[in-house]
């Protein structure tokens, strides 16, 4: 039997929950700052759990069911790209790899926001530099199997066979 789309609404929330809390662990306790692709990630896997929960806690039918789904989707689609980015500049050769820039906050004080977003997307040389990895994988790559795991999930809620939307019910 599958699982609702409510309770797979609340297991994505869930999983969102935890990787943020693992991402507080490694900023507060282990002192890793996030360099800006991370603060990316952060806030587009921030996105992806509040729209599942969202769907969760409101357990709507069949049309607000796809516009959670697709909403919570178009997040972790963008989760996946930047991550996918990181881990691209994170395997570039030590020649190739861009400058370090300023950083975040004073970007934010300093350039138009069309502007901070575009050098936070380009990422820099903080972005390509591997300061943790666990069972061989950078954050990053562990961001993008999450992001690539939460993608599949919300792809098959979106099409899933029962297409019932039975939030309501459950």
């Known amino acids: 039997m599958l699982p609702s789309p409510r309770l797979t609404n609340g297991l994505i929330a869930g999983l969102c929950i ?3 809390l693992f991402a507080f662990y490694l900023d507060r306790v282990l002192g890793l700052v996030p360099c800006p692709l991370c603060m990316t990630q952060r806030v587009l896997l921030a996105g992806c759990g509040v729209f599942a929960l969202v769907a969760f ?5 069949l049309v607000g069911h796809r ?6 989707g178009l997040f972790a689609l963008g989760g996946a790209a930047v991550a996918g980015r990181h881990v691209w500049l994170q395997h570039l050769p030590e020649d190739m790899v861009p400058a370090c820039g300023p950083g975040l906050a004073y970007m934010l004080e300093t350039f138009p926001l069309s502007e901070t977003l575009e ?3 380009m990422g820099d040389g903080n972005c390509a530099e591997v300061v943790w990895t666990f069972m061989g994988l950078s954050i990053p790559e562990q961001t993008l199997l999450l ?5 599949v ?3 098959w809620q979106l099409f899933r066979g029962d297409g ?3 939030g309501a019910q459950d």
Do not use: K, R
Not at 57 to 61: E, I, N
Not at 67 to 72: D, H, K, Q
């Open 119 to 121: 050098l936070i997307l």
């Open 18 to 20: 935890v990787a943020m």
């Open 164 to 166: 019932s939307g039975q």
């Open 147 to 151: 992001f690539t795991a939460l993608v």
């Open 67 to 72: 516009v959670y789904t697709v909403l919570a």
């Open 153 to 155: 999930v919300v792809g």
């Open 57 to 61: 806690a409101h357990g709507p039918g």
